[in-house]
């Protein structure tokens, strides 16, 4: 299959592209360059441009008749910079996200796999949180997010356009052969701060909120290996009409987790058995906003796309530290 990837030389977008590669399939990259960098989407079939840009997306798909599907993952992604910016967030992720849709029906090309979050839910007694769990949206990106999710969802009512929304958790690690990864110069999650920490390139890892009602007070997440969430992507393509045929939905939302929590001390845990020396750590109470957490119930995942995540979190976390090393050398800077 051929399948176009808005956002494809971002960490995630070009993580999938290689697992559709593996999996025999074609990516064709639409980035815009903003954030990604050139060098992850080497050796690809790439467009630089806008995802808004209807201009761009005819050539696209005229010289490449036979894309099957988008996945559309193109977005600004930084929470903090979200509640900065909020004019910006909801121009780039929400009205050039409609051009694109409405673009993509015209040509003839509906069928649309959208990159939603976890970030959307609210916080559950038990923090295991399926489909139809309530949302309560805490940023202004984690409500651009909601947004295109209902319109898509309205959508795909209205007109040929059909759509899979993932909701993914939280990616780490990088892709097997180390060719992509992480690549913020000071990479705000909790991982990436725990090997900066690790690394040296800062005194301390701080963990942020202890008083949490989780089993040890600090936050809980569903850590994803960025390389189990591309496989999702690949069987999301492949099975994209069979999965929606069976909902009998033109429009269905999946999340993509492990179905494991694991709280921060937890993950520190892991980390410093994974690399092998204990690693400085001090406590903070929370930042604003920082939410308790959720993880996924994986069940419509498994019944819809036949997917499971395979990867442990010490396999996560070892992944992340071979990136650590390598980027260097893929990216020039540390
Ligand atoms: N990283 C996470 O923890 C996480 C969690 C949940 C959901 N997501 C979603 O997954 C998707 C990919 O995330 P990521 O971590 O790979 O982010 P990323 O920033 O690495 O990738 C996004 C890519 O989109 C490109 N882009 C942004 N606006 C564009 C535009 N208008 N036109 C063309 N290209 C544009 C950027 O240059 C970048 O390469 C996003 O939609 C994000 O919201 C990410």
Redesign the pocket.
């Known amino acids: 299959m051929k399948v176009l990837v ?2 494809g ?5 070009s993580t999938t592209a290689k697992a559709l590669e593996e999996a025999g399939h074609t990516p064709v990259i ?7 960098p050139r060098a992850f989407v080497r050796d690809r079939i790439f467009y630089e441009g ?3 840009d209807r201009h761009l997306l005819a050539r696209v798909v005229d010289e490449h008749p036979d894309l099957d599907c988008t996945i559309h ?5 930084v929470v903090p910079e979200s509640v900065e910016q909020p004019y910006e967030y909801y121009r ?1 992720n929400v009205a ?1 996200s409609l051009e694109l849709f409405d673009e993509l029906v015209a040509l003839g090309k509906p069928r649309i796999l959208f ?1 939603s ?1 976890a970030s959307l839910y609210a916080t559950v007694e038990d923090f295991e949180v399926d489909e139809t769990s309530p949302l309560d949206p805490s940023s202004p990106y984690a409500r651009t ?1 909601q947004v295109m999710e209902m319109a898509l969802t309205d959508m795909a009512a209205a007109t040929d356009l059909r759509a899979i929304i993932l909701r ?1 958790f ?2 780490v690690g990088s892709d097997p052969d180390l060719e992509s990864g992480v690549y913020a110069r000071e990479p705000s ?1 909790v991982l990436g701060q725990l090997v900066m920490a690790a690394q040296g390139q800062r005194d301390s890892f701080t963990i942020t909120g202890t008083e949490h009602p989780t089993r040890d007070g600090t936050g809980i997440r569903d850590y994803i290996h960025v390389w189990d969430l591309a496989q999702s992507h690949v069987v999301a393509v492949e099975r994209f009409d069979e999965a929606l045929r069976e909902v009998n939905e033109p429009s269905t939302i999946i999340n993509v987790g492990t179905g494991q929590g694991v709280t921060v001390r937890e993950l520190v845990e892991a980390f410093q058995k994974v690399y092998g020396e204990p690693v400085p750590v001090t406590e903070a109470p929370p930042r604003p906003g920082d939410a308790v957490g959720a993880f996924a119930n994986v069940d419509k995942a498994r019944e819809l796309l036949g997917w499971t995540s395979s990867l442990s979190i010490e396999q996560a976390i070892a992944s992340a530290l071979a990136w650590a090393e390598k980027r260097k050398q893929v990216l020039g800077y540390l």
């Open positions: 808005t956002g030389a971002g960490y995630i977008g639409l980035d815009s360059l903003m954030s990604g806008d995802i808004a993952m193109a977005a600004r992604i780039d050039k990159s979050s997010k993914y939280n990616p999650h």
